[in-house]
Nanobody, 119 residues
Framework: QVQLVESGGGLVQAGGSLRLSCAAS????????MAWYRQAPGKQRELVAQ???????DYPDSVKGRFTISRDDAKNTVYLQMNSLKPEDTGVYYC?????????????WGQGTQVTVAS
């Protein structure tokens, strides 16, 4: 089995920064796409950053220029650096990875970490 464990959420003032981390453990042979999503109260989960394996990172306009996704494939870890945070960035952040286990590729999710931006 594969587990994703997130860390780095918390409470921050508007304009501040946070860095999220998500590490995969277990039977990981390789990882393709890595991504971060968020879900605000009463809203659907939305993509905030993605990093295809060997590809170009991509962001929605709402976070472009403020958020940066990076990955360390040797550590099976993805990061999300969030700068110039706004109250509307508040939500639960989830990492997502497409992982090859023993035989097949599957999608996995982290447990979620709360990010709260105070105005």
């Amino acid at each position: 089995q594969v587990q994703l464990v997130e860390s780095g959420g918390g409470l921050v003032q508007a304009g501040g920064s946070l860095r999220l981390s998500c590490a995969a453990s277990g039977r990981v042979r390789s990882i393709g796409r890595m991504a971060w999503y968020r879900q605000a109260p009463g809203k659907q989960r939305e993509l905030v950053a993605q990093s295809p394996s060997g590809g170009i990172t991509d962001y929605p306009d709402s976070v472009k220029g403020r958020f940066t996704i990076s990955r360390d494939d040797a550590k099976n870890t993805v990061y999300l650096q969030m700068n110039s945070l706004k109250p509307e960035d508040t939500g639960v952040y989830y990492c997502n990875m497409n992982v090859r286990g023993v035989r097949v590729w599957s999608d996995y999710w982290g447990q979620g970490t709360q990010v709260t931006v105070a105005s």
